[in-house]
C-alpha cells in the first residue's frame, strides 16, 4: 500500500477537526491495511501504526464516542496476536487516565488482523 503524502496527512487532519457529528460507533485498527478495509465497509476508523504506537493525545478525539449509558462506542479491532493484545491494554488505560469509558474490544480469530477476517465475509 503506497504511503500518503504530506498533503493527504493534511486533508485528513482537517478531515478530522471538521465540526460535524460524532459517529455512534468508531474502530480502531492495527495499520493502515486494516484501516482502509474498515472504511471500505463503511465503517468509521482510525488507524495506528503498530497497537503500542497509539498516542495518549490522540485519546481526546474520541470524548463523547458513547451511548446514552455512558459505555465506549470505540472498539479496538487490533491484530489477534500478542503485540495486540499488549496494545489493546496500553490504549484502555490511556482511556481510563481522562476518565473516558474502556473502548470495547473485538475479538478475532487467532493470528487474524481484520482485512483478513472481512475476507472471510465477517462485516457485521
Known sequence: MARLTEQEKQ???RYLE???PLPD???VCEGESDTWTAL???FPAVGTLGAKNFKAAWVEGFRGIEDADGRSGVYLVLDADKAGAEGSLV???L???VGLPVPL???LPSGMDLTDFMKGGMTE
Do not use: R, S
Open 25 to 27: 460507533k468508531v474502530l
Open 95 to 97: 482511556f481510563l487516565k
Open 40 to 42: 471500505f465497509y463503511g
Open 105 to 107: 474490544q473485538m475479538i
Open 91 to 93: 490504549i484502555a488505560d
Open 11 to 13: 486533508d485528513i487532519v
Open 18 to 20: 471538521a465540526d460535524k
